[in-house]
């Protein structure tokens, strides 16, 4: 009977081992696809670059300080730190994965500007008009996609790897903070999905639909289409 309850103990123990290593390797290859969407590694500084308010200086919109709040839980759960810069930050990221977060129009996000002439020559941003149908309108390879603003809006994100630099940039350009907002929202919880109708992890450029914004703000987010071809002008 002794040796029946010794080896039933041995048996328990092994299991409960075997248990918690398959819920570790589980959570570590959770972890480590994604951190692969988002291109950092875990222990990095990642560098956030926050755009202001449109044609506010020096102010940020809340809705964006929401995005940096979720994308600095998204860095803990990686195990990565935060730093965080304006959108005049000046330089390379290095060894840093850089999310600039906002869109270029009236000055809102300078690097986004930079960013966007620099890598993805497809992609046109167009300038507030209130006279004209594509104001804030986001143009890819020639289609462009409006925004009605309140209503239905869209965000450009992209990532890429710029040569001066080891890590990549997670551009995130809204129409406004509400796409800016809504596409870092869906993307973290949706990453997955996301990634396995992507051609390719390292380089890509999505447009992400936010809709009936007037009930569900910017919780109502998806996948509209991956333009990478179009944007980097492949």
Known sequence: MVANIGIGLVTSLLGGVFVWLWERTKRTREVNRRAAFFGVRPGQTCLIVLGNKYNAPGTAHYRDVRAVVELSLLAGELGCKVAVESGDFRGSNGDRTEFCVGGPSGGANIRTGGHLAAHLPGV???????????????????EKFRCDRGHQEYALVAKFQPAESSSPVFLVSGQTSVGNLAAIHFLRREYANVAGRLSSLERFCLLIKVSDIGTYEFHRAELEREVSAAAFGQ
């Open 124 to 142: 046109t941003i167009h300038a507030y008009d209130a006279t004209r149908p594509d104001s804030m309108a986001i143009e890819v390879g020639g």
